[in-house]
């Protein structure tokens, strides 16, 4: 006999968080909320994720802290309104749908991630969960455009077109950029009684010790308090981005990538101020974000393989020592070092000097990009597949409109133009921090005397350069001659 309506046990919506690490302006959880359900809310640690780590002795991970963070702030709002969150370890093609069922859930509901193996996890969870009679519905929300709408034949290529139809495009669906209410949440919580709290680093395997990076707040709060006090500084953005030493940037990459902040939030800002120089760059950095998303999502071999496929035939170095001194700030380059030894101790690294160490690292090393790619991987706390793939193969000029395979930065010009009185670099390399601004970007040309009153060691104190920069650009241009018919290879569908 069947229960009567008045018995019959409340709908109930489960909302799988991922990338998306908030309760406002939120696709998924609004949909939720549409369907009437009461609303449950889960996230997993992955360990098809976490488990690579650990075995790399990657027990202080500052993103999981980040992540953790987050779900205390999530979890304590929860609490508010009488529920919790649900946080599971595990995989999720076997812990979603262990949740689903014993909730009684009738549907699954997600936000889009548009990585290759996210999508082989979507896969496999919606068929366990159809094998067990859930739904599960995704939406787009970690891209205000999403990578399929786009398309001028087949993907875009080049990031202008791409970002003149991208803003034609907002300019024709403003509804793109209107926050998701959610604000039915406190009513439809569904009922936390007896759900444990998220679990500890420790509990997960990871260093308790591995504080979040506090300089970027944490969870939705600390996203919008940077938000907030980015846009004064906008109108300057244009300039003043380039500049390590100066608070030029947002500084919300690390809460774009893991959704503690909407992108609507952002764009939106940017856009109600798009004819303004600095909100027009800054627009303009969020375009690029979405053109490496689609970029990826059509072209999923990137990973792995050169988007021009002729220049996967280069022929790199193979120099253990010279990556060794790249990963430690040990070049011999100041402004390089002064780069690489910011992400080591932050996790962050200023967005030219993303550039200018990827250059330094293929041009002038000649070692291979995807060293390079794997080694930010592993130490950005904004890492993010397509941004990361995207921006190396940039540098090393086998990407999809990538800097020409000419164009090798020089290490000191770039130190001198962007960092002129040294403030990157003496916080940084602070063995160096005696000598004039002009002899700090080239501490080997300024002298035996000069370095000998500044106490400066070359070769003891500080390295000597590891490559002529001179020499290490005459045998890049040489290097990449030989593929110059290759670089104007269009690439595979």
Known sequence: MMPSASNAAPRLAL??????????????????????ARVALVFVFDTDILQPLLRAGARADRRVAFIRAALDDIDARLRGFGGALHVVHGRPAERIPELAVRLGAEAVYANRDYEPQALRRDAEVQARLAACRIALHTFDDHVVVAPQALRAGRAYAVYTPYRKAWE??????PELLAPYDCDALPQQCADGAGVPPPPSLDELGFDARALPPTALGCGSA????????????MAAYAQARDFPGRRGTSYLSTHLRFGTLSVRDAVAVAWARRTEPGAAAWLGELAWREFYAQILFHHPWVVERAFRPGYDAIVWDDAPDLFDAWCAGRTGYPLVDAAMRQLAATGYMHNRMRMVTASFLCKDLGLDWRLGEAHFARALNDFDLASNNG???WAA???????PWFRVFNPVAQSRRFDPDGRYIRRYVPELAALADADLHAPWQAGAELLLRSGVRLGRDYPLPVVDHAQARAR??????ALKEASAATPAD
Do not use: E, K
Request: aromatic letters at 8%.
């Open 15 to 36: 909302v799988w968080l991922r990338r998306d690490l908030r309760l406002h302006d939120h696709a998924a959880l609004r949909h939720a909320l549409r369907s009437g």
């Open 168 to 173: 034609a495009h907002l300019q024709r669906h």
């Open 222 to 233: 600390g996203a919008r308090a940077l938000l907030d006090a980015f846009v004064p500084r």
């Open 476 to 481: 890049t241009l040489r290097r990449y001659a």
């Open 397 to 403: 000029s086998c990407g999809c409109d990538a800097q």
């Open 391 to 393: 921006g190396w193969q």
